[in-house]
């Protein structure tokens, strides 16, 4: 017996569904390169604060802050020139937030992991917290 296709389209993914995704990636691929996940989805308390997605630890002690961007397509500048100076700061405002629970600080950098077109990409020390 064949059925009637059905006029319904498929449940789509909500854009917090397609950013859980990406960012489960984004962790498989670093934890694959031999870093440690700290927290995830750390956020700041309060309005105006900031949210970093990832925290992860190198083998050899530095503290990553990850900025996790996906886009369909490179059209519109790409993935990892969505992050912008304000979200830049917003991320530092939130790392030194995260620091704040350490007597000593650990050395640190900010990474961003792209998501495009099928293709990861962890660009190091992405910016800094000037």
Request: charged share 20%; glycine share 10%.
């Amino acid at each position: 017996m064949v059925f009637p296709q059905s006029k319904v389209p498929l449940k789509r993914r909500t854009t917090k569904q397609s950013g859980d995704a990406g960012e489960a990636l984004a962790l498989q691929h670093l934890q694959q390169a031999g870093l440690l996940l700290l927290e995830r989805n750390y956020r700041t308390p309060g309005r105006g604060g900031g949210e970093i997605d990832l925290i992860m630890r190198t083998p050899d002690g530095t503290c990553v802050f990850v900025e996790v961007r996906q886009r369909k397509s490179a059209s519109h500048g790409g993935a990892a020139a969505s992050v912008s100076f304000a979200k830049q700061r917003h991320i530092v405002f939130a790392a030194r937030h995260y620091l704040m629970r350490f007597a000593s600080l650990p050395p640190c950098r900010f990474d961003v992991v792209t998501l495009e077109s099928g293709v990861i990409e962890w660009l190091q020390a992405a910016f800094d917290a000037g």
